[in-house]
Structure formats: C-alpha cells, structure tokens
C-alpha cells in the first residue's frame, strides 16, 4: 500500500519519507538506498565541499536524489548550487537562512525547492520567496535547529500557510508512529534524519551509530560547543542538538573560554571526530534516540516506517464510536 499525500504526488514518491540532508552523513549510497525504497533520498552537502558533493552524486548512481546545503554558508559559496543544478537533482533543500537569492535559479532549473524552517515567521518568509515545500522543524531534532517543538509548530505552519504550500514535519520521529501523527498534524510528510544516522549506509564512523542505538533522548543537549570548537562561525539563532558527552558538558557554560582556547582545541575535536572518540566529538542525535534500537538498514528503517504508519492511519478509526 502506498501512503498518498500532497508530498509524494508533487515528488512522485511512495512513502512521504525524506532523508534529511545530514552533512557528511547522508551520502550518495544512503540516498539512494532511501530513494529505491520508496521515499526521497537528500545528500547533506552541508558547508559545501564540491569534491565530496560530487563523490557523493556519483555514488547515487541513477537513483534520483535531493541535495542539501546550510542556507548562510552557501552564500559564501554561491557556485556550488550550480554544482548541484547541474547533476539535475530531485529537489534542493535548503535550511537555516533566507532562501530569496537561491530560489530564482532552482525555479528557473524546474527543481523542487525544499525550505526548512524553525518559526512560524520564517515559513511565511520563505513561502513568499517561492518554496514548494516548507519543512518545520522542531526542536526535538538532532543537528541544528531552533527552539519550538514539533507537535505546536507543524499545525501552527499549516495554518499560516492555508493550504497554499505543502508542509513536512521534522524533529522527534522514527518510526510509523511519528509519521502517522504527523499526517494527522496536516503534515504532508517527514523528514528524518537521526533514526538514518544510526543506518548501515550512514557515513558517520561506527563508535558514533553503536552510540546512538544505546542512547536515550534524555542524554541529548543543544550547545554551541561544538560549532566553537570547530571554528563553524553559526548564526546565534541556531545551536546543535547532540549526545551530552564530557566535551560538551566541560564546555557548554564557558564558551568564551572555548573560544580562547579554540586553536588547541579545534585540532584535538577534529582529530576526535575522525577516530570515532565519542567522549570528546559529538554524537549528533535528537530526542529521537530512545527510538533508534537496532542497526538497520536505511530500506528496512524506511519499509517498517511506512509499514507501522499504515497500519496506525488503517485502524485509527476504530477508536470511533
Ligand atoms: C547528524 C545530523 C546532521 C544534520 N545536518 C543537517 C544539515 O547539514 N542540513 C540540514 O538542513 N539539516 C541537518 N540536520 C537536521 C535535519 O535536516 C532534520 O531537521 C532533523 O534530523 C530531523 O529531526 P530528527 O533528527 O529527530 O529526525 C542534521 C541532523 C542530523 C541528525
């Protein structure tokens, strides 16, 4: 059975599944896998690194895919969205920062134009500026993002935009459950991005994925630490939800400190980050975690999504009367 929404008619999809845009996890193979199982899969082109991009789309190989990029850094590096037009892609994601310079080129292309936002004004904004899609994004979410959280944010954007763009649910779901209360929210669809990072085909390193699987929302936390750590210069609107680890928990209340210290501790992070040292780099999950039980592959995670959500959408009715 399919699941038929304003999301996967536009998109000509299966499932209203997309795999968010994770930067440097959501790779060619993962997409594609998300893509062939009947969802849409995004490469997370993330800050852009045009060698990896392109890596990254030759992997996907024919499947159709999306491609990502974080909305402020892109415009220090506006050519690497004609890098990503030219592989035709599926869709363009964008987050975290006003689309209006980016949207006329994707238009002109004819590639859907994915936004994501995290408030109410920002939907409007970007609606305005010409998305096809507006994703709302909860705090709930791993990675970066803002303050409010699903449930209040998804029906208050389908109000704001009556109808008028389709509008896709982010943060906290992982399984058929999420999916189902978000359709019932008036979502159109998901995106999911932490029950995908603890997948076989995510890039992220092994320590990072059995971390994951053992972790509980409870043991997550949104800092700026790690951006400060990496020297990734974010805008203060928006900070990253992670596992706590001893990093984090060091450095979380005295980032000024961190920045003083930052030539030390950048080399030590990214070494960290490269050995799977999950003490020190971060394990970068939402409150989805208690969610995430087993390592799985990304056809599975997204066949048992659909699965559990049609069987909830098909008896819901029974609950009448
Ligand atoms: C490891 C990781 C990396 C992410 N990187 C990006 C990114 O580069 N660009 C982006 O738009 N969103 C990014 N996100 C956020 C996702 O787009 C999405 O909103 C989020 O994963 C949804 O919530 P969930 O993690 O509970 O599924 C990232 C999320 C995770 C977990």
Redo the contacts with the bound molecule.
Sequence with gaps: MAIKTALTSLLNIEYPILL????G?AGGALASAVTRAGGLGII?G?YGDKDWLAQQLLAAGNAPVGV?F?TWSLRNNPALLDLALAHRPKAM?L??GDIDDFAPPIKRAGIVLIA?VQTLAQARKAAGDGADVI?A?GT??????GGRATLPLVPAVVDALKGEVPVVA?????DGRGLAAALMLGAAGV?????F?ASRESL?HANNKRAAVAASGDDTIRSSAIDVARGIDWPAQWNIRTLRNPFIARWHGDLDALRRTAAAEKPRYLQAAAEGDTEVAAV?????ADLITADLGAAEIVARMAAEAEARLGSAARMLG
């Design positions: 968010a845009p994770m930067a996890v997370g993330g990502g974080i994601f987050s975290f994501q994703v994004q709930e979410a791993g990675g970066h993002g982010a943060g906290g779901i992982a995106v999911c991005g932490s029950v990072y992220t970068i999950v939402g409150e989805a």
